[in-house]
């Protein structure tokens, strides 16, 4: 139930922004705003101040929220302040909006990580060298490895071992690299190892467990089947979390984009996405993952998110800002309006395909979770 919670108000968060974003351009051109909303109707409260024109309404469906402008869909052309009368650069300020609200949020998310501490690999030393509290954390955990068996999970921290011919209540190999864990591991493959350890997120008392790690393990897995990073927290001052929180945002934006590329361009050669794709209950699922990570893998992991639903709604596809965009600019390179009819069937079968799609990836995620 809490995860449920947790993606309801994440999904609310980026949506309403988005949202926003739309709204303030649209209020700024001038155009004539009749809802702004937060959630989806069913309209549970609506209030319009004196002397506006804008509806202010909160509604049952509590996911993200929705903008109704005057003449969005084309009507009311003859009306100065309708959007289908707007100005090029007015009307295109207002689609762009929502995207680079989604940037501004992941920059903000990221600067306040950088400034309360990012847990960063170690291996470049001039991270090494601010970093605090360095761990030697399992970054990655292979199913049905003896490592996912014993209920390990990325971000678990490895303290050391015991020989495995004594029974201390402290570890007695402490080891300071991954080099030195590893080389451990390989030196007892076939016979049961005792590991202290910290679950993610967990202080006190370490944890104590019992592994044996594999003699032959399958080709790309190592004996335990993990992946392994010595990391530390890396923390900012706030002057300089500034533009480093733009620069994560960049840098996370344009990794976005070279992701989307290749899945087109695997689709197109090969008919496959190359990725694997997740629908709402994969992204609540990991969004309850982040957080019991912690504060700062949740801000992160929202900050992605926004980030991808920027670059997945500047995409030039039917029903997305990025597609009303495109009518928009095919519109003034022809000097005349593209016909509403075609727009419309467009957009309608680009949002049945949009539809199509999150059942496809939902489908795939009950089955895979359950």
Request: charged share 15%.
């Amino acid at each position: 139930m809490l995860t449920l919670i947790i993606f309801i108000i994440v999904l609310s968060v980026l949506v309403f922004v988005h949202e926003l974003g739309h709204f303030i351009m649209a209020k700024r051109a001038g155009m004539k705003v009749e809802e702004f909303g937060f959630g989806f109707p069913p309209r549970a409260w609506g209030y319009r101040p004196k002397n506006s024109e804008t509806t202010y309404s909160i509604n049952w469906i509590p996911f993200g929220g929705f903008v109704k402008i005057q003449g969005e869909n084309g009507e009311d052309q003859a009306d100065p302040r309708s959007f289908s009368n707007g100005k090029f650069w007015a009307k295109v300020s207002v689609i762009v909006a929502g995207v680079v609200m989604n940037f501004l949020l992941a920059a903000l998310l990221f600067m306040v990580i950088n400034v309360r501490g990012a847990r960063l690999s170690v291996d470049d030393p001039v991270v090494a060298a601010r970093a605090t509290d360095v761990q030697i954390n399992i970054v990655d955990v292979a199913p049905d490895g003896p490592a996912a068996k014993a209920g390990l999970k990325p971000m678990d921290q490895i303290i050391g071992f015991d020989d495995p011919a004594t029974a201390d209540v402290a570890p007695e190999i402490t080891p300071n690299s991954v080099e030195e864990v590893q080389s451990f591991i390989l030196a007892h493959k076939g016979e049961e190892i005792h590991m202290y350890m910290y679950h993610a997120g967990d202080t006190g008392v370490p944890d104590f467990i019992f592994l044996t790690p594999r003699a032959n393990p399958p080709p790309g897995q190592g004996a335990l089947g993990v992946i392994l990073a010595k990391t530390g927290l890396v923390r900012y001052p706030w002057y300089e979390a500034i533009w480093r929180g733009f620069q994560d945002a960049w840098y996370g934006l344009t990794a976005i984009f070279g992701g989307f590329w290749m899945i087109l361009k695997n689709l197109l050669t090969t008919g496959k996405t190359g990725a694997e794709l997740s629908g709402p209950v994969g992204i609540a699922v990991a969004t309850g993952q982040a957080a019991r990570l912690g504060f700062n893998y949740l801000l992160q992991f929202v900050a992605f998110i926004s980030l991808n639903l920027a670059v997945l709604n500047i995409i030039p596809f039917p029903a997305l800002d990025g597609g009303r965009l495109l009518f928009i600019i095919i519109e003034k390179l022809k000097g005349s309006p593209i016909p509403k009819r075609l727009e419309a069937v467009v957009n309608t079968v680009g949002f049945a395909l949009l539809i199509a799609l999150m059942i496809y990836a939902t489908t795939k995620d009950v089955i895979k979770f359950l």
